[in-house]
């Protein structure tokens, strides 16, 4: 199952069964579980109970959850193990540069099964002391604006036609957005409507430029990227859809292009201006969840 498919909404209280159904994958009884959709796309499910050994905080702004105890082969007894920046705990460690979909759940006394409270994102981790022993805490905020996820992602047509005129949405399978803002279209001028990948400039049929802004980590969800300059790049038609499929890959330091099959472009560098500034973590977001080879 897509992530894009996925039907819950935050109250909703799941069954081990229910996980099944919902996801398409069973629970393993980790407080951190690592996940993968059927096109790769990676996403995180946390579960928190009301009591336990962690008592984890939650609230309704930021709230700290504590992370997972040592496993495999050797670990005897884990209550009395130092916590290692491994698997769970380093998939949330690693949600801070490049943000993945986190789903939290929660498990009252009272109530069986596990309460959808949202989507979640991590803000920063410290290891500290905890009788003594240490642990890794997070601290965690929701998603703004997270009621039901994820939805389809939408197209917005609206420069297929013209640049003023607000068309209706419609579904599509690509995963992208494009919002026609004077945002873009200032960053649009700082180009002269050039493609920053491979510097040509496109005409509509009456002579006048033509290019498209691409959202580097897309906005919507899962994926909740930024609509500000620095999350988006100029791009001609061919090269937008190339970012959109994954196609193309950039180096978050040198701004080096690879791309999967065009040689003339591959190993080239990324057109940038100096009041550009692109954001490097949007650019490690690309690159680890859409870039498909």
């Not at 039907?7 to 980790?30: C, H």
């Not at 979909?101 to 991590?122: C, D, H, K, N, T």
């Amino acid at each position: 199952m897509r992530l894009e498919q996925i039907d819950i909404k935050v109250g909703e209280r799941l069954s081990q069964a229910d996980f099944k159904e919902v996801f398409d994958q069973g629970v393993t009884g980790k407080g951190i579980e690592i996940r993968y959709d059927e096109k790769g796309q990676k996403y995180i499910w946390l579960f928190a109970k009301e009591e336990g050994r962690y008592n984890d905080d939650l609230g309704t702004e930021q709230f700290r959850f504590t992370g997972e105890d040592p496993q495999g082969h050797g670990v005897e007894d884990p209550k009395e193990e130092n916590q290692e920046l491994k698997r769970g705990n380093e998939a949330l460690r690693n949600a801070i540069d490049t943000p993945v979909p986190i789903f939290l759940f929660y498990q009252s006394v009272a109530r069986e099964g596990w309460e959808y409270r949202g989507m979640v994102e991590v803000i920063s981790f410290e290891y500290k002391s905890d009788n003594g022993r240490y642990i890794y805490e997070f601290l965690l905020e929701p998603v703004e604006g997270d009621s039901e996820i994820p939805s389809p992602l939408q197209v917005d047509n609206s420069e297929q036609s013209t640049d003023t005129k607000e068309p209706p949405q419609t579904q599509s399978t690509v995963s992208r957005i494009v919002r026609n803002t004077a945002l873009v279209k200032e960053l649009k001028g700082q180009y002269e409507y050039t493609c920053q990948v491979c510097g040509d400039q496109r005409r509509r049929n009456n002579g006048e430029p033509y290019a498209e802004g691409h959202h580097i980590r897309p906005l919507g969800k899962p994926h909740n990227g930024a609509d500000k300059k620095s999350n988006i790049l100029v791009l001609c038609p061919n090269h937008h859809a190339d970012f959109d499929f994954g196609r193309i890959r950039i180096d978050p330091q040198t701004f080096k292009i690879n791309h999967a099959y065009e040689s003339k472009v591959d190993g080239t560098e990324l057109r940038r201006k100096k009041e550009h500034d692109i954001d490097e973590r949007c650019v490690r977001y690309h690159n680890e969840g859409i870039v498909q080879f």
